[in-house]
Nanobody, 126 residues
Framework: QVQVVESGGGLVQAGGSVRLSCAAS????????VGWFRQAPGKAREFVAIINWSGVTTYYADSMEGRATISRDDAKNMVYLQMNSLKPEDTAVYYC???????????????????WGQGTQVTVSS
């Protein structure tokens, strides 16, 4: 059974940085786009970033543009999300998931993703 596990979250001060990791068993991410989403208490899960299968193409939510970098290491079956200049409103549980279809196809829609992990909590204190 394929497993996806996120890690790297924690408590960070506003203005700080965090690097999240997403590990997949086997070669579950190979040849697929992978995205990051987040969900704050009482809010819907929202798109954060996505990287295509080769690592060449990336898209970011407007709220994260310039503050986040998504990357991947297929040799390790890992996807990363580096977030800088964190704000209290970035507080959420962060999830990664594999994208169905191409990277350009409705990548904001969580319904186009599969193989979700359990998430990792990021808390940004003011």
């Amino acid at each position: 059974q394929v497993q996806v596990v996120e890690s790297g979250g924690g408590l960070v001060q506003a203005g700080g940085s965090v690097r999240l990791s997403c590990a997949a068993s086997g070669r579950a991410f190979s040849s697929y786009a992978v995205g990051w989403f987040r969900q704050a208490p009482g809010k819907a899960r929202e798109f954060v970033a996505i990287i295509n299968w080769s690592g060449v193409t990336t898209y970011y939510a407007d709220s994260m543009e310039g503050r986040a970098t998504i990357s991947r290491d297929d040799a390790k079956n890992m996807v990363y999300l580096q977030m800088n200049s964190l704000k209290p409103e970035d507080t959420a549980v962060y999830y990664c998931a594999r994208k169905r279809g191409g990277v350009d196809y409705y990548y904001h829609d969580r319904n186009n993703y599969e193989l979700w992990g359990q998430g990792t909590q990021v808390t940004v204190s003011s």
